[in-house]
């Protein structure tokens, strides 16, 4: 099915651990964002690719590195995690953010301990 | 960075058309309004999205006042299944989407 697939789905990292989440999109979307959602709240945008070859910072970029790797894979890493970093991320993917809406992950449930 | 009010509940019946307003006071000349949708463990779905006055689509539609300080979702009919978060955006002029808490919405059968 076309969309936009997460991988891992959960992941649990001691403090100080690294990971990288992967995200892939087949839809052949130019910009891709990975946001952070902490309970009860609306998400919050960490890295954003407007096209392949570009990346530019978010709201809350601390802390997290990204790669477009290509045209269809954008990833997050963590280089060191820390309990503050416990959230759910979401990927997102779009053709034109000016005239069509996000297409979305299933996410990744991460926690920190 | 603007940021959009809306109810943080609702509650309503299956078969009825629901309504949920949302503020945006401080909207720029180039901002768009845009509603999404997202069920427990999912992410967001993009429900619809406008400038001004009415727009419409198979699922929901959107009224905009001349004024744009404030934006009303319409759910035709709703059934159970539309229980969901429903969060109101100002999609900037760099395409940026700032998102609030949401409304969440029941459906009562």
């Known amino acids: 099915n076309a969309g936009v697939t997460q991988t891992p789905k959960f992941q649990v990292l001691k403090t100080g651990q690294s990971m990288t989440l992967q995200c892939a999109q087949d839809?052949?979307?130019?910009?891709m964002y990975w946001y952070r959602q902490d309970p009860g709240m609306g998400l919050r945008l960490i890295y954003y690719?407007?096209?392949?070859?570009?990346?530019d910072k978010g709201e809350v970029p601390n802390g997290y590195n990204v790669s477009r790797l290509n045209k269809r894979e954008f990833s997050l890493r963590l280089e060191s995690a820390a309990p503050s970093q416990t959230s759910v991320y979401f990927c997102?993917?779009?053709?034109?953010?000016?005239?069509?809406?996000?297409?979305f992950g299933s996410g990744t449930r991460l926690t920190v301990v | 960075l603007a940021k959009t009010t809306q109810p943080i509940s609702m509650d309503s019946y299956e078969g009825q058309e629901v309504n949920i307003t949302c503020s945006h006071n401080?909207?720029?000349?180039?901002?768009?309004i845009t509603w999404y949708q997202q069920f427990p463990s999912q992410g967001p779905r993009f429900i619809i999205q406008?400038?001004?006055?009415?727009v419409t689509n198979e699922v929901a539609s959107l009224f905009i006042p001349a004024d744009r300080k404030s934006s009303t979702l319409s759910l035709p009919r709703v059934s159970l299944s539309d229980t969901a978060v429903y969060y109101c955006?100002?999609?900037?002029?760099?395409?940026?989407?700032?998102w609030g808490a949401g409304t969440k919405l029941i459906i009562k059968p």
């Open positions: 997102a993917s779009t053709f034109d953010p000016g005239n069509y809406g996000y297409t």
């Open positions: 839809m052949n979307h130019n910009s």
């Open positions: 690719s407007a096209s392949e070859g570009t990346t």
């Open positions: 401080n909207i720029a000349t180039n901002d768009y």
């Open positions: 406008g400038y001004k006055t009415k």
């Open positions: 955006l100002q999609r900037q002029s760099n395409y940026q989407l700032i």
